[in-house]
């Protein structure tokens, strides 16, 4: 079987690794837009529950992924100066280029063709391919062009956000939530969300200050 993958994020070198893995006699190609030294966000975390799922399916690669990576075994959350720690609750924290390296390693390894550096936008350069993978992201411009066919919903949320990054080190793993003059600051690990606007299910959207005076926040909310 040859198979095409238009996108190298982390979705497309799993499918392929597996695939690969499956039957060495399968030819696959990943076509990746950016350079092999780029990626979006600086991090990613992973809960225990969910890396339990590479474990079960590739042991191999879970130990690449977790080997030399920061182990939380406990989140602190912090509101209006109150801390409370919540124990077993384990989470892996890893650079996303490391993510992306050892996932391009392991397939490789097993003759994945990677190629960096070039966009594509019609599934046309994969005539010869018996199965064709959109793994080109949220904006993905293959599920754009047959849009007819996958039919894809986008929900896109009132709330605003800014990420900003931090030298300062949290342990445990902590979300630190702090009124200010701008809004609610969400410290999350090695980053913090700035939150400007806030809407409850039904409700008109609010600035932040307002959301929390008429919406106090108790230690563990989820905001969605």
């Not at 124990?87 to 996303?96: G, K, L, S, W």
């Amino acid at each position: 079987m040859n198979i095409g993958i238009v996108g190298g994020g982390p979705a497309g070198l799993f499918f392929a690794y597996l695939m690969k893995r499956h039957d060495p006699g399968y030819r696959i190609r990943i076509v990746e837009r950016d350079s092999a030294n780029a990626t979006y966000g600086w991090g990613v975390v992973f809960t225990d529950i969910a890396l339990a799922f590479v474990r079960d399916i590739a042991p191999e690669l879970y130990a690449a992924m977790t080997r030399d990576q920061v182990v939380h075994d406990a989140m602190r959350i912090v509101h209006r100066g109150q801390a409370i720690t919540l124990a077993n609750n384990t989470f892996h924290r890893m650079a996303r280029i490391d993510l992306l390296r050892t996932l391009r390693g392991h397939c490789s390894a097993l003759g994945v063709a990677i190629e960096f550096g070039r966009k594509v936008d019609d599934v046309a350069e994969f005539d010869d391919c018996d199965l064709v993978v959109a793994a080109d992201g949220a904006a993905s411009a293959i599920r754009t062009r047959h849009r007819e066919h996958f039919e894809p919903a986008l929900d896109v949320r009132p709330n605003l956000l800014a990420w900003y990054g931090t030298t300062a080190r949290f342990d445990p793993l902590s979300l630190i939530f702090r009124e200010n003059d701008d809004g609610l600051l969400i410290a999350c690990g090695s980053g913090a969300v700035r939150l400007l606007q806030a809407q409850r299910e039904g409700r008109q959207a609010q600035d932040a200050e307002t959301f929390v005076r008429g919406f106090p926040l108790p230690a563990g909310t989820v905001l969605g």
